[in-house]
């Protein structure tokens, strides 16, 4: 059982009426999620939904040789786990915890009554996997036709916007993994910007100080994601 005020620290069960939210909020638990715990697993049945609080969970495809890319992150904005809501039960991604913290977690049970009966929390999870789409469509342009520099401008934001804080602990290979490109790119990359007092970075540690100039140096792509999720779930845009 968690508290209202808990649950409310997610932005996508903050938007539900008090009532729905102080029911759903009966049914969940807290857990807390390390750097690296894997969610969930390609192919594997989903027991439960996550929605983070103060951690963040990358979604990554996984290829047949061991290599992976991030398709999306989700955070406080969002859920983790929408296929099970959807019907399918089992997706072909992987989700793992690139910033630990805290999740609230509703069973598969429960995900699937709410989901049934057709109430407030029905539409705005649907409105968050349009949302979640989109996020995913724009990654896969944005990793075709951008350069590595203003990808990772577009990660860096996307995460941040996904926590209350202007720092992530991510290695530049974490980095790399997830944008599917290599750690000199990234390396190079994250120069740049520290070069141009944009982020700083040490030992695992990225601070973003200037963010309106990374803004200025991202890509369309996080835009169009942003302006989406606005559209979408206004309440905490």
């Given at each position: ?9 997610n932005?996508?069960?903050?938007a539900?009426?008090t009532?729905?939210?102080?029911g759903?909020?009966g049914?969940?638990s ?13 192919g ?8 983070p609080?103060?951690?963040v ?19 406080l904005e ?5 296929s ?31 989901f049934?009966?057709?109430g ?13 789409i989109t ?11 951008h ?14 916007d996904?926590l209350e ?6 290695t ?9 490109v290599?750690r000199?790119?990234v ?10 007092g ?11 100080i ?9 890509c ?13 779930l206004?309440l905490?845009?």
């Amino acid at each position: 059982m968690v508290a209202i005020e808990e649950a409310r620290r997610n932005h996508l069960l903050a938007a539900l009426p008090t009532a729905e939210l102080a029911g759903l909020a009966g049914q969940m638990s807290i857990e807390r999620l390390s750097l690296g715990d894997s969610i969930y697993e390609s192919g594997a049945q989903l027991k439960q939904v996550f929605f983070p609080t103060t951690s963040v969970i990358s979604l990554l495809y996984v290829m047949l040789d061991g290599s992976s890319a991030e398709i999306a992150v989700v955070g406080l904005e969002g859920v983790v786990g929408v296929s099970l809501f959807m019907g399918g039960n089992t997706t072909p991604s992987r989700a793992v915890v690139q910033s630990g913290g805290e999740s609230l977690v509703l069973s598969a049970k429960h995900v699937h009554d709410e989901f049934a009966r057709g109430g407030p929390l029905h539409g705005l999870l649907l409105r968050y996997t349009q949302a979640l789409i989109t996020q995913m469509a724009q990654t896969a342009v944005c990793n075709r036709h951008h350069t590595v520099d203003q990808q990772l401008c577009r990660w860096l934001l996307l995460s941040l916007d996904r926590l209350e804080s202007n720092e992530l602990l991510m290695t530049q290979q974490l980095i790399a993994d997830m944008l599917g490109v290599s750690r000199g790119g990234v390396t190079e990359a994250a120069g740049k910007l520290q070069a141009a007092g944009i982020i700083n970075y040490s030992r695992g540690r990225i601070t973003v100080i200037d963010r309106v100039a990374l803004e200025r140096a991202v890509c369309e792509c996080y835009s169009v994601v942003r302006k989406e999720y606005e559209r979408l779930l206004p309440l905490h845009s």
